[in-house]
């Protein structure tokens, strides 16, 4: 039986206070203590972390996690809205629904398919692709191709040392990732009318893959991914906008020759291969050139102006260098 | 003037969904800041736009129901249900001038010329604005012949619409398709050799 967390008003979350002090939480709750042992706690996040549904292993390597330099200190996106706010068309394609839908999902046991130009090629179980790495908490910038962005807090390791342990080989130029296909446990894939085909797929350039930003998240505030988060893997490439992170891996592949994404085959004129974030190339139907940071308020939509690369710029503009980004978008 | 005071009950209807509206307004404001989510601006746009798309659904849908069904009951509300369907066709621009743009000149004339979804939208806006202000007694003595040539524009209206809503989707096709053909619909059924066909499938 799987218990949820429990939502609350906004007013109850102090997500970052929470956050902070998680550590003190899970001690409590490995005592045998409950969250009301802590005053002002607020319990989105916390309840989270207690009715964490992943296994012993996860949850053990999640609360040895460290901090990074990659994050940033902006005010971080309430729990309640990062968990009740997704583009996850498996599960439907209102925003509330991926949480609503979700529950169905089983994301454990999970297995990794890894295959194509590799030395080591197979299917692992997840807990031996994250085996002895060292999960670190990222919180980074999510900008949506919709024009909003959140701040996460996200638990991950980076993917370069994920693909590492594959060995790719020198004529490996792409990463492929697919999403699981399971119609049965998610609503969206057996719609008669679908806007996009399934399994999703994204594909990396080998040097974006590695790059020391790119995470691959097992985790959020504190706690295992849920499952309308993209459960229990999923990538996070913070300057490009977010449907290139993508969830729920089932697979892996090193390819020479560069697939189209299922973005890219449903709308060619409007989803790129590239999907940086570029406040100078317009959408064809609406501008990038501001965001609206969530969550905003009735009076005030916290519209920010949109950076370059996300605000990552300074790590990743290199990899762009001479590549003309109003072509290549 | 007469149609709109006999019609007391009926602005009742009318504004039910703009109770609804502002129900969900005072609840963000007041009593739960998340009660639409955590882009609010965006989604009360979206909940006008959609009220505003049923309002003129039901506009449309009453000649078609007077012809074929002889359902004469909602002939006279026609004037209230047309400028109920621009009030909130207003309201759902003035939220997404005021809220999501906040009254950037620079950036609603850019939306304007270069968005075409915003374009079609406001076409079919400054239609519906016609259509009501000529709405009155005295507007269909002094046009006589050209009101009912003006206010047939309510289809491209329609059109727009549809072409409107298709324009910013994502995601949700099914949705629009539907509606697209809910519209299509009350149009082709006006078309006089339709309804004969229709009547004689119901006259066997």
């Known amino acids: ?329 | 003037m007469r149609y709109f005071l006999a019609s007391k009950g009926f602005w009742l209807v009318l504004g039910a969904p703009l109770y609804y509206v502002l129900y969900q307004i005072g609840q963000v404001l007041w009593v739960r800041p998340g009660a639409l989510g955590p882009d609010p601006a965006q989604a009360l746009v979206t909940l006008l736009g959609e009220i505003a798309l049923w309002m003129l659904i039901l506009v449309l849908s009453v000649t078609p129901l007077r012809k074929v069904f002889q359902f004469l009951r909602l002939h006279g509300q026609r004037r209230a249900m047309g400028i109920a369907c621009f009030g909130y066709a207003l309201l759902h621009w003035l939220a997404y001038a005021a809220l999501l743009l906040e009254w950037q000149w620079a950036t609603l004339g850019d939306d304007l010329l270069k968005r075409p979804y915003i374009s079609v939208g406001f076409l079919a806006g400054l239609i519906l604005l016609a259509m009501a202000a000529t709405s009155n007694d005295w507007s269909t003595r002094r046009l006589s012949r050209r009101w009912r040539q003006l206010h047939r524009w309510g289809y491209l209206a329609a059109a727009l619409v549809i072409l409107h809503v298709f324009w910013i989707a994502r995601s949700n096709f099914l949705e629009i398709v539907i509606y697209a053909l809910i519209v299509a619909g009350l149009l082709v059924v006006r078309w006089p050799w339709f309804i004969q066909k229709i009547k004689m499938i119901k006259d066997v």
Not at chain 1, 117 to 125: L, P, Q, R, V, Y
């Open chain 1, 1 to 329: 039986m799987k218990t949820q967390p429990t939502k609350l008003t906004e007013a109850a979350v102090t997500p970052e206070a929470v956050y902070l002090n998680r550590r003190q939480y899970l001690k409590a709750s490995a005592l045998g203590l409950g969250a009301a042992a802590f005053s002002g706690a607020s319990q989105s996040a916390d309840d989270g972390q207690l009715s964490d549904p992943a296994p012993l292993w996860m949850k053990t390597q999640l609360n040895e996690s460290t901090a990074s330099p990659f994050s940033t200190n902006e005010a971080l996106t309430p729990y309640e809205y990062v968990t009740g706010y997704n583009n996850f068309y498996e599960f439907g394609t209102d925003k509330s629904d991926p949480e609503k839908y979700g529950q169905g999902f089983e994301p454990h046991p999970w297995s990794v398919m890894v295959s194509g130009a590799a030395e080591k090629t197979g299917t692992f179980d997840l807990e031996d692709v994250l085996k002895g790495l060292s999960v670190e908490e990222r919180i980074y910038r999510l900008r949506c191709v919709e024009a909003w962005s959140m701040v996460i807090p996200w638990l991950g390791v980076p993917l370069s040392s994920i693909l590492a342990r594959y060995r790719p080989l020198s004529r490996a130029k792409y990463v492929v990732f697919e999403t699981v296909y399971r119609p049965e446990q998610m609503p969206g894939q057996r719609a008669f009318f679908n806007a996009i085909d399934y399994p999703y797929i994204e594909v990396l350039r080998i040097d974006e893959a590695m790059h020391p930003l790119t995470l691959m998240a097992v985790g959020l505030y504190g706690r295992s991914l849920p499952n309308q988060n993209g459960a229990p893997l999923r990538l996070v490439v913070p300057w490009k906008y977010g449907f290139k992170s993508i969830k729920s891996i089932q697979k892996i592949s090193f390819v020479e020759q560069r697939p189209k994404t299922t973005w890219e085959r449903a709308n060619p004129r409007e989803y790129g291969f590239f999907a940086n974030v570029n406040p100078k190339v317009s959408h064809p139907r609406w501008s990038q050139a501001e965001e609206r940071r969530l969550p905003g308020s009735l009076f005030s939509a916290n519209r920010i102006p949109t950076k370059m690369f996300n605000g990552y710029a300074n790590e990743v503009a290199s990899l762009y260098q001479g590549l003309d980004l109003s072509v290549y978008y």
